[in-house]
């Protein structure tokens, strides 16, 4: 199955005493680019998620809008961070207990000291919400470009039954064309009263119908053909080779509308060369 390089997913977890959203967006690119959002104050997390899109997309300008927030019901973020608040207590009294200062520490005395502080946020503790919420994303976005790669396909597959119906119109036309071509020559030389030995006529026939052959063309563009349809079956990041095809199509079809000048062979050409066309507009989008 081919994917498209178009589509959107979101995701949304909790855990560890958080609540991450992902969001994801995708567009056609050459290559894979990814821009993360919303991660300017925590750019620890930044690598861990593009190695997870690198995994799952292959080509595509990947944006990516994370944000997360802490639960304020969750167990030991109540603000502050027990340990260290703990910590300095101890370290508050001892100093009391050493200098024979008759109070005991207050709460005025723990800020002072620095004793509440806000906890500190750590990949540990971040990262499986971050993980959860953003493999959710890349799957919904995964299903999203597969359900447009059908599509593109089934355009694809349409469009090259195009350019195989003209191949073999054409080549359908060739014997006609050839023995139109002798007669014309052969009229002209009699036309002109010339004198002209047998084999040498045949071996001038030959050679001027040599020139308007376009067997190897044809050949050569029902190869591209059956290729694309290979690759069409085989599915996965294709873009690239379905792009290259493309281009050899384009080629063929062209050589062939300027060596043959039929009027059934140009109807057919330009008809093949629209279908390339078109394909290669539906190619910019595969993955």
């Known amino acids: 199955m081919i994917r498209s390089m178009t589509g959107f997913g979101h995701g949304a977890a909790t855990a560890g005493g958080w609540h991450a959203e992902a969001t994801l967006r995708s567009v056609n690119h050459r290559f894979l680019s990814i821009r993360i959002r919303s991660l300017a104050d925590r750019p620890w997390l930044q690598s861990q998620i593009e190695e997870k899109v690198r995994g799952v997309l292959h080509r595509g300008d990947v944006g990516v809008w ?6 304020t019901d969750s167990e030991g973020r109540a603000g502050f ?8 207590y101890r370290a508050l009294e001892g100093l009391r207990a050493e200098f024979g200062i008759p109070d005991p520490a207050t709460l005025a005395d723990l800020i002072r000291a620095g004793g509440l502080q806000t906890p500190q946020e750590d990949e540990e503790t971040l990262w499986p919400a971050v993980r959860a919420a953003l493999e959710q994303g890349l799957a919904a976005l995964a299903r999203t470009r597969e359900t447009e790669g059908k599509m593109l396909e089934t355009e694809m597959s349409r469009l090259l039954v195009v350019l195989e119906e003209g191949s073999v119109g054409a080549e359908r036309r060739l014997p006609e064309i050839q023995e139109e071509l002798r007669s014309k020559l052969r009229a002209r030389i ?17 050679l001027y119908v040599d ?8 050949v050569r563009l029902r190869g591209h053909i059956a290729r694309a349809r290979d690759v069409l079956s085989r599915g996965g990041p294709v873009g690239k080779e379905l792009d290259f095809l493309s281009q050899e199509l384009l080629r063929e079809a062209n050589t062939l509308g300027s060596k043959v000048r039929d009027g059934e062979v140009v109807g057919f050409t330009v008809d093949m060369k629209v279908a390339i066309e078109q394909l290669r507009e539906q190619v910019q989008n595969v993955e």
């Not at 009699?190 to 030959?206: F, G, K, T, Y």
Request: charged share 45%; net charge negative.
């Open 66 to 71: 994370l944000t997360v927030t802490e639960e």
């Open 190 to 206: 009699e036309e002109l009263d010339l004198r002209v030995d047998p084999e040498r006529l045949e071996a001038e026939v030959i």
């Open 211 to 218: 020139r308007f052959d376009v067997q190897e063309e044809l």
């Open 81 to 88: 961070d027990r340990g260290v608040a703990a910590r300095a």
